[in-house]
């Protein structure tokens, strides 16, 4: 039963801008940390951002072109890109911070070109 839903993907210039949306069950985001995570070929699935009560944090390779935000009304989950970069491709997956593995879902494709 897929319960997480990422969408917004796409090929984007370098410097351009996609937004991610994570669509969900109210249970996996209430009162939970929700976070952003990417994987590009060849290497492990890495943090990307994250946000929760106390606030939000974010790679330092994404800090100041990264926007996480959620809908707590809409149990969703955004990822505002900005000035995207080749090394930005990859799978973007959104979780629980720190991630379940039953909640893993098909992830969005991003792909900057150069």
């Known amino acids: 039963q897929v319960q997480l839903v990422e969408s917004g993907g796409g090929l984007v210039q370098a410097g351009g801008s996609l937004r991610l949306s994570c669509l969900g069950s109210g249970r996996i985001f209430s009162g939970n940390a929700m976070g952003w995570f990417r994987q590009a070929p060849g290497k492990e699935r890495e943090f990307v951002a994250s946000?929760?009560?106390?606030?939000?944090t974010y790679t330092d390779s994404v800090k100041g072109r990264f926007t996480i935000s959620r809908d707590y009304a809409k149990a969703a989950l955004y990822l505002q890109m900005h000035t995207l970069k080749p090394e930005d491709t990859a799978v973007y997956y959104c979780n629980q911070n720190p991630p379940q593995f039953r909640y893993w879902g098909q992830g969005t494709q991003v792909t900057v070109s150069s």
């Open positions: 946000i929760s009560w106390s606030g939000k």
